[in-house]
Nanobody, 123 residues
Framework: QVQLVESGGGLVQAGGSLRLSCAASGRTFSSYAMGWFRQAAGKERECVAA????????LYADSVKGRFTISRDNAENTVVLQVNSLKPEDTAVYYCAARGGIVRDMPGEYDYWGQGTQVTVSS
């Protein structure tokens, strides 16, 4: 069982940055692949970034490559999404999620979810 709590969202102007954090409970955090997803109003939830259990592999959605960076600290049970050069279309609720096994990018393949943190980008 893993419990996830996101933080770091907020209102930011276009071009700005935020640091989204996800704190995980449990002693087996290092065995889970982690993903950051987002869901904008009226749209499906999508994966923006994911990282393998040990941090050696990452993947990004094409729309965020070069702007977003995912990282994790297994000693601190945290995963961070650094979001830079934000655009209005990045506005969404951002969720972190965990799954046992290898990295995937489909929401249905993740077992545990946080409550989400709102990111709003003004133009």
């Amino acid at each position: 069982q893993v419990q996830l709590v996101e933080s770091g969202g907020g209102l930011v102007q276009a071009g700005g940055s935020l640091r989204l954090s996800c704190a995980a409970s449990g002693r087996t955090f290092s065995s889970y692949a982690m993903g950051w997803f987002r869901q904008a109003a009226g749209k499906e939830r999508e994966c923006v970034a994911a990282i393998s259990a040990r941090g050696g592999f990452t993947l990004y959605a094409d729309s965020v490559k070069g702007r977003f960076t995912i990282s994790r600290d297994n000693a601190e049970n945290t995963v961070v999404l650094q979001v830079n050069s934000l655009k209005p279309e990045d506005t969404a609720v951002y969720y972190c999620a965990a799954r046992g096994g290898i990295v995937r990018d489909m929401p249905g393949e993740y077992d545990y979810w946080g409550q989400g943190t709102q990111v709003t980008v003004s133009s």
